[in-house]
């Protein structure tokens, strides 16, 4: 009999730049906050999982795992890094969800954590490309702001999709993030200075990318009765997939289709019993403008082609009411416990971007050209 | 009602140089192997996890997970990497234990890999540390010859260790090594050699150091009744334990007793059921030739102090009779996985220097300064 798995407990630094934190000393911040909030004792958790992308290529720093763990004062419990890219620490939840589910641990512990600041920009987006087959595309020189630039260049071409209707995904995502103090960038912007931003790899500008983050966040996932024990404040997952998929965009039918995320949201959905009308509010992978329009599509909440004047309209589904990535800003390892964390919280009906009645959210987390994809859908409780 | 976990089948590259081969190409050399031997068929794998600790910083590769998994035609499944230092792959297969134990999968695969060679010496030097707290003692300067040239140091002085004691661990398992196809020595060595061999870190000279390795290695664990089913050549995981323990040198009690370890043998000794007397070969963590005394008398083989005249005598257990990570050589991340391979073969009755009636085998992998340590128990089935 599986069990019905929650998160107890959720923390978060803010995100944007730290410049001298270790990737520990974010990571503990995070992790004590997430276990406060839980009420769980320490002693209770089992595993600690880190997610975590570039801490070795960008600090030279890895065993995250029992150096995050010792410094959290917990002793001969399963502490390791995880590493799917952006992935990171949704890819960790998945594990920790598989191993309470089935009753293998009490509670675990899972914290993402990035730093991104302060490096020189060149060094940062060869870093990022370690989520590129180095073998292939990575070799002949494809870099993220080259895939998303080919998706959007697609997109328009294919479906009409305007420069307006992109920009107006930033334009959105910034006005989300003046209100969450946690987000990097808490100014709104105009769609003239969007469209008018530096051109980075056309067609994208400037405006229409995540910017580099430092930022760690928590959750404390444990089972139903071990959160009423305690009295969590809780929220249900209400299904849990991580799935892979084509990791070359060679391989990828159509670049305008994310496989991954088709595959993983209509699992998601099918698991928890709901379609993706029922969902109130969503934390999708916007790492770039056009992201959250392909993202949006694949996830169910627009037909294929029409994310483009859907997005920024007012919709059932309200998007990124964080700021996303592109605004409250993506340290690419902790991005995945970062969506939980929001939507857990909007869920409890404290987000300051509070979304009204929101019973059922989803996060959607990709990692490299959308090779590992997770879709979590959590379900209020009281 | 837990299930009994079987290693179902396994597989590995030599250990070596590796010289133009990409991390991908040897895990998925290594999986295909463990694949074929395990007779299971591809589609009941639900997870494949990626051991491997330096990827990043040497190669620029990351997101190993859904990489091999898609060169490996796998679609839909939980790819992720696995980070703990040297311990990375022997501390996925815990987690894949884990998951089979309680139900939660069918059939997990575990590849370890690395690429360590053709990189300029200092550059490899610094990546290990990475395995160092970076904010304290990495930060002093201490790499790991100079921690083991340390507990070297300390345990001659303590109990008395000759340096010839010490040489004697690395003649013996040279002397294994030759016999070993897989390994990356296979010339003898003789005692006069070791001690003659260049300073390193005081005492440690270069024949007590494991050399600089590419490799990848491969297991595959299902529960009893699916490796039945297909007929797989299996034996039983008695025990899997994985536990952390202090990173930094400053949080030992003593430095010739690592903690980690005793505490991860004592608990693989209760699980089974067994006592350190009833191991008949044991492969373990000789990446230094001072810490085979050191784990042999922390896995309870010797009392603490006799291990320096103990290890190389001839006793009921036989330690890594694949050469260790002294002759076999040390692929970090591929190490736990090449352990249960070596020990796994000895349990069938197939390996090139076979250890006669042997029923029961250990492996012991450690992570940093064993930070992170997993020590497995396998039985014979048949």
Not at 132 to 142: F, K, P, R, V
Not at 202 to 216: K, N, V
Not at 341 to 355: I, T, W
């Amino acid at each position: 009999m599986a069990n019905s798995v929650h998160v107890a407990g959720v923390g978060s630094t803010s995100f944007g730049g730290h410049p001298g934190r270790t990737l520990q000393s974010l990571a503990v911040e995070a992790a004590r906050a997430a276990l406060g909030d839980s009420k769980i004792p320490a002693t209770r958790i089992g595993c600690v999982f880190v997610g975590n992308f570039v801490g070795g290529i960008m600090t030279g720093q890895e065993l995250l795992g029992p150096i995050v763990a010792a410094d959290l004062g917990l002793k001969g419990v399963s502490a390791i890094k995880i590493e799917a890219a952006c992935a990171s620490s949704s890819a960790a939840v998945r594990l920790g969800h598989k191993l309470i589910e089935a009753g293998a641990e009490d509670a675990v512990l899972v914290i993402g954590v990035e730093r991104l600041t302060g490096f020189p920009r060149d060094s940062l987006t060869t870093a990022m490309t370690a989520a590129i087959d180095q073998g292939t595309e990575g070799h002949a020189g494809l870099t993220f702001p080259g895939f998303w630039g080919m998706v959007m260049a697609r997109h328009m071409h294919l479906y009409g999709t305007t420069r307006e209707q992109v920009a107006a995904v930033t334009v959105k995502n910034r006005q989300f993030g003046a209100g969450n103090p946690l987000a990097q960038f808490r100014e709104p912007v105009a769609i003239e200075k969007v469209v008018g931003s530096p051109l980075i790899c056309d067609p994208i500008r400037r405006y229409d990318c995540c910017p580099a983050t430092d930022g760690a966040a928590a959750v404390v996932l444990t089972r139903e009765e071990i959160a009423r024990q305690y009295g969590s404040p809780s929220v249900r997952i209400a299904a849990s997939v991580l799935v892979n998929a084509p990791v070359r965009i060679t391989d990828y039918a159509e670049i305008t289709t994310h496989d991954g995320t088709v595959e993983a949201a209509n699992s998601a959905y099918q698991i928890a019993g709901v379609s993706p009308g029922d969902i109130d509010v969503a934390e999708l992978h916007d790492c770039f403008s056009i992201a959250e329009i392909v993202d949006a599509e694949d996830l169910g909440f627009f037909a294929k082609g029409e994310g483009g004047p859907g997005v920024a309209c007012k919709n059932r589904v309200v998007i990124n009411p964080s700021g996303g990535l592109l605004s409250k800003g993506h340290p690419t390892g902790a991005t995945g416990c970062g969506q939980i964390y929001e939507v857990a919280m909007q869920l409890r009906g404290c987000h300051p971007n509070q979304v009204a009645n929101a019973r059922l959210g989803l996060t959607h987390n990709g990692g490299g050209t959308a090779a590992a994809v997770t879709v979590h859908i959590l379900e209020a409780v009281s």
